[in-house]
T-cell receptor, first 114, second 112 residues
């Protein structure tokens, strides 16, 4: 597996609390992505980054924010967690544009919002 | 916007038989067509990909075919084995904004 880790791997939190998930890579890849995976929906893009401090929204970005202050770290924040954000979250990295290079996925974070 | 339709959502085949999964897309500008496999409890991983300048690519028991005119590409698995049981995703990267759209996945069951 590519050098990509996610933390925490599991988290249970209460509705209304802020939550931050971390993705860390050691590959020096330019692109980083956050997806959520839910039954029947496949993988849906939340936010992505194409460089330090360069981020953009995906198809399901409401309620989420991201930051990338270093090449190796991409943080996903749920500003006020809701039960609908219970999901498995995957981070992915790509050397360059996804039109040219494959994506490598992290191990995932299972988040439960009660 | 870009749309990707993946069929079937579930597929059961007898061990040793072939399996075919198809994805249809709408953006004619797409030029790269990857397939990912996700085993139960694991992360998705690339298994094969194809670029628009070729119509077919093979890697042992798996192959991908592309029909750019009809805007669809398919994953073919021959001589299926128990370890082929997984969820398979197609994906369409969008070069104009670096986003990637995944199909909803196909759960493949290999029956003994």
């Amino acid at each position: 597996d590519a050098g990509i880790t996610q933390s925490p791997r599991h988290k249970v939190t209460e509705t209304g609390t802020p939550v931050t998930l971390r993705c860390h890579q050691t590959e020096n890849h330019r692109y980083m992505y956050w997806y959520r995976q839910d039954p029947g929906h496949g993988l849906r893009l939340i936010h992505y980054s194409y460089g330090v401090k360069d981020t953009d929204k995906g198809e399901v970005s409401d309620g989420y924010s991201v930051s990338r202050s270093k090449t190796e770290d991409f943080l996903l924040t749920l500003e006020s967690a809701t039960s609908s954000q219970t999901s498995v979250y995957f981070c992915a990295i790509s050397e360059s544009s996804p039109e040219l290079y494959e994506q490598y996925f992290g191990p995932g974070t299972r988040l439960t919002v009660t | 916007g870009e749309n990707v339709e993946q069929h079937p959502s579930t597929l059961s085949v007898q061990e040793g038989d072939s399996a075919v999964i198809k994805c249809t897309y709408s953006d004619s500008a797409s030029n790269y067509f990857p397939w990912y496999k996700q085993e139960l409890g694991k992360r998705p991983q690339l298994i094969i990909d194809i670029r628009s300048n070729v119509g077919e690519k093979k890697d042992q028991r798996i192959a991908v075919t592309l029909n750019k005119t009809a805007k669809h590409f398919s994953l073919h698995i021959t001589e299926t084995q128990p370890e082929d049981s997984a969820v398979y995703f197609c994906a369409i990267p969008r070069g104009r904004d670096d986003k990637i759209i995944f199909g909803k996945g196909t759960r493949l069951h290999i029956l003994p």
